[in-house]
């Protein structure tokens, strides 16, 4: 095995008494497009602009192909960032806010080279009709891809993106996200891309990590980090409607809620208090013998989610669009048994 | 309802209005007139004498040299001040220890009197027992004699209004470097532009409207120069004699209403046509910037 394109070893930062990383460490490969999934103010920007250069850690190491490039300046790594707020040049017009970047010293591109680039940034990312327009004439989505080309114009080593559709409405984010994908497979240039859009994540990264108050609590294809989350706080981060965790303990071979209700059958060899961890879509209303209400019916039209108190216990259900439901039914829930994450419980709370 | 509102709405703009009106307008229009008659302070009754005061301006020979020296002293006053402060601010651009108490130092002789200035500076650049000539002196220096030399008195008062108008300058131009999203930056280095390109493309453009404007004022203001003028030579010197001067000593020495009031309205056209010729300027630049910075 190769090593990987950049390597980030232990790196951390404080903002005076606030921990805004720790110990962070990973890798990306070439081509490779991680996401870097986690809730707003989990440490993801920050650990965006110690990658480009923008802040310093405080300890650890970033190397770029085996090089060591922790000290270096954000103009020496050639690394492109496309900022969540797109920060393109107001006085200055599409085409000029493609061309700074390279112009810039050291690059002696030929006007025909820069011209050419542009062009084909420009159609790769449908902006050509706006070239000549002024950066603050342009609508969000718009001033989204000329960020997005003033990255790729310069073809960069490695992109790193914050958020960048998290300022658009539904409907062009859908467009883009799909855009993206398909850039960076064209391109093949290694991306990080930085959210907290489950969607986002679920449908982008080659793999996720999840970050949260300044921890990577883990890595991996985002067939792992959904059917293995190696914590609820992971398990919380993708799915929808998010995934349902009830604290249990062992009862006579049975696994059950603080009320004392057994719920489903505990594995003989399982610790005696746990978190399970159980999908919205692995419960049924039907089938199981203590009886829950109906408190929310939420119609998403093909499907229906059921919010109901099962004995004291808040769960949401994803059940099929056929049946109407009624607040205040009785309904009967009944766990899919193979499809049931438990995590044992340590005296911290997880 | 309605008609309590409509007394109202009098009631509040009414007050501010007629003060406008006695103040301003009417003043205005009244020199206007006066500007046409041969009125004097010494008495008389006013005569309208039709154009023929403006045609007496353009024979004075006195004219032709205050507005040489008005302009001389308006083109080199506004710039150097537009460097020294932009340059200033510059330097008080990111932060360092003691930067607050440093830009308020430096603020303090655009708060202070102008005439009050003028009488201090008359000591400093005293031929004699100046503080200027002490220290050139006991560096066994050249003396030059800044207040009499009539090559020098221009220059002289020159020096006074950049000294107190540097500050002015720098406190526009860092409100317009402050108002520069640090994330441009950002971008520029993760873009890899040098710091000059980073000063010339971004930084300069996004400043020059607010530096347009600082300009204006300054402008506008140098035109009517009169304070440091009177407090350092004198209205009636010919070195230092700027238009306002000139319309002093016509007008209070030499008691000529009719003629001081075409003198001012002159001066007045002057500094609307340069105040227009910016504030369009400066409103193409922003438009083509745009109101907002993205």
């Known amino acids: ?350 | 309802m309605r008609v309590k509102d409509g007394v109202l709405k009098y009631g509040f703009v009414g007050p501010a209005l007629i003060f406008l009106i006695a103040f301003n307008i009417f003043p205005l229009f009244y020199n206007i007139y006066l500007s046409f008659t041969d009125a004097e302070l010494s008495g008389g009754i006013a005569r309208l004498i039709g154009g023929r005061n403006y045609g007496v301006i353009f024979d004075d020979t006195r004219y032709g040299t205050a507005l040489r020296t008005t302009g001389l002293f308006v083109i080199l006053a506004v710039a150097i001040e537009l460097l020294l402060g932009f340059a200033l601010a510059l330097a008080l651009q990111k932060p360092f220890w003691g930067k607050p108490a440093l830009t308020t130092i430096l603020l303090v002789p655009m708060m202070l009197s102008p005439a009050v200035m003028g009488l201090y500076w008359n000591f400093i650049l005293n031929g004699h027992y100046g503080v200027v000539n002490q220290a050139l002196s006991a560096f066994g220096l050249f003396q030059p004699q800044w207040l009499t030399d009539p090559d020098l008195k221009l220059f002289s008062i020159l020096i006074i209004d950049i000294w107190m108008w540097t500050p002015f300058m720098m406190l526009i131009a860092l409100a317009g470097l402050n108002a520069i999203p640090n994330h441009l930056y950002e971008a520029a280095a993760i873009d890899r532009a040098s710091r000059w390109t980073i000063f010339r493309r971004i930084t300069l453009p996004l400043c020059s409207p607010l530096l347009f404007l600082a300009v204006l004022l300054r402008t506008t203001d140098a035109l009517k120069q009169f304070d440091l003028v009177m407090a350092v030579t004198g209205p009636n010197d010919r070195a230092t004699q700027t238009l306002s001067a000139l319309l002093y000593q016509v007008m209070f020495r030499g008691y000529k209403i009719g003629l001081g009031s075409s003198y001012s309205i002159v001066i007045l056209l002057i500094v609307i046509a340069i105040a227009t010729i910016f504030i369009r300027y400066i409103a193409s630049i922003q438009a083509k910037q745009g109101r907002e910075t993205a």
């Open chain 1, 1 to 350: 095995m190769n090593d990987p394109f950049l390597k980030i070893d232990n790196l951390s930062k404080n903002y005076g008494e606030t921990q805004a990383l720790s110990e962070i460490s990973l890798s990306l490969h070439a081509e490779e497009l991680l996401v870097i999934l986690g809730p707003t103010g989990a440490g993801k920007t920050t650990l965006l602009r110690i990658i480009a250069g923008l802040e310093t850690a405080d300890a650890g190491r970033i190397a770029v192909k085996g090089a060591d490039i922790t000290h270096q300046l954000p103009a020496e790594r050639d690394i492109a960032l496309v900022f969540q707020n797109f920060s393109l040049y107001p006085n200055k017009t599409v085409r000029q806010n493609l061309e700074f970047p390279l112009q810039a010293p050291g690059r002696n591109l030929s006007k025909e080279d820069i011209a050419n680039r542009i062009a084909h940034s420009a159609d790769l990312l449908r902006i050509t009709p706006l070239l000549d327009r002024p950066a603050t004439r342009l609508s969000g989505g718009e001033m989204q891809r000329v960020a997005i080309g003033r990255a790729i114009v310069r073809q960069p080593q490695l992109f790193l993106l914050d958020e960048p559709l998290t300022n658009l409405d539904a409907k062009l984010r859908e467009v883009l996200r799909v855009e993206l994908i398909r850039l960076q497979r064209d391109l093949g240039t290694p991306m990080i891309y930085v959210t907290h859009d489950r969607i986002e994540a679920l449908s982008m990264g080659d793999r996720i990590a999840v970050l949260s108050e300044g921890k990577i609590l883990q890595i991996g294809s985002p067939e792992e980090i959904y059917q293995q989350p190696n914590s609820p706080t992971v398990a919380r981060q993708l799915g929808y409607p998010p995934i349902n965790t009830i604290d249990v303990h062992k009862r006579r071979g049975q696994w059950s809620t603080a009320s004392n209700h057994p719920i489903m059958t505990a594995d003989h060899n399982a610790p005696s208090n746990a978190t399970l961890g159980i999908r919205a879509e692995n419960i049924s209303p039907r089938g199981g013998e203590i009886p829950a209400t109906i408190e929310v019916v939420e119609d998403l039209g093909a499907s229906t989610i059921l919010l109901a108190d099962w004995a004291g216990q808040p769960i949401q259900i994803l059940t099929s669009g056929e049946q109407p439901w009624h607040i205040g039914d009785e309904i009967y829930p009944s766990i899919d048994p193979d499809r049931v994450l438990v995590w044992g419980t340590t005296d911290e709370q997880g």
